[in-house]
């Protein structure tokens, strides 16, 4: 079963210190999401890319966050000089892009913050 | 300003009785509307969805019902099973070329066997 997959699961960080997080959508799915949830949250959007271009941003993904698909394919989220409130699932989702579909989801990177 | 709206954190059902999930939402630009699924230490797993043309959709043991007027939706798993012991997301999408879906805060369903 090729999901939606993750990488790292966990990442433990200070403070201060810049972290990037990973996501492979499945295969041939032109769409794929960024979302953020806290606890006791639902999931809110962060950014979306249509193959490599980025066509929305929510006002959730400050300067210090940047996200990119260089090739269409997989996907890295950064987060510079990270922050407390910055510890959250972040979530990545992926769609075919032939319309209104629904969203596939991976399990997510938890990050804790230091 | 929550557009989603799950106003029931927690709902307990015995095995076998029907669990009706409910969601009600604000904005009127909403079009399309989504349940997932989610385990513990899970990414959300897609049920089932409606569009805003539709006032049901069924799929299995779920249906989704949809009162534009009241902008109101719920999910009805019958028969309910333990497995179905989860966090119910509802989320909803505008019209108007944006994909984002704006979620609830989620209901978490016990089945008791």
Not at chain 1, 33 to 53: D, I, K, M, V
Not at chain 2, 18 to 41: E, G, R, V
Request: glycine share 8%.
């Amino acid at each position: 079963d090729t999901g939606v997959s993750q990488d790292p699961r966990h990442k433990i960080t200070k403070r201060g210190q810049n972290v990037t997080f990973r996501c492979d959508p499945i295969s041939e799915h032109n769409r794929l999401y960024w979302y953020r949830q806290t606890l006791g949250q639902g999931p809110e959007f962060l950014t979306y890319f249509q193959n490599e271009a980025q066509l929305e941003k929510s006002r959730l993904l400050s300067d210090r966050f940047s996200a990119e698909r260089p090739k269409g394919s997989f996907s890295t989220l950064e987060i510079q000089r990270t922050e407390q409130g910055d510890s959250a699932m972040y979530l990545c989702a992926s769609s075919l892009g032939v319309g209104r579909e629904p969203q596939h989801f991976g399990d997510g990177t938890r990050l804790s913050i230091l | 300003d929550q557009q989603v709206k799950q106003n029931s954190p927690s709902l307990s059902v015995q095995e076998g009785r029907i669990s009706i999930l409910n969601c009600d939402y604000t904005n009127s630009m909403f079009d399309y509307f989504l349940w997932y699924k989610k385990y513990p230490a899970e990414g959300p797993t897609f049920l089932i969805s409606i569009s805003s043309i539709k006032d049901k959709n069924e799929d299995g043991r779920f249906t989704v019902f949809l009162n534009k007027s009241a902008k109101h939706l719920s999910l009805h798993i019958v028969p309910s099973q333990p497995g179905d012991s989860a966090v119910y997301f509802c989320a909803a999408i505008t019209g108007a070329g944006s994909y984002q879906l704006t979620f609830g805060k989620g209901t978490k369903l016990s089945v008791i066997p």
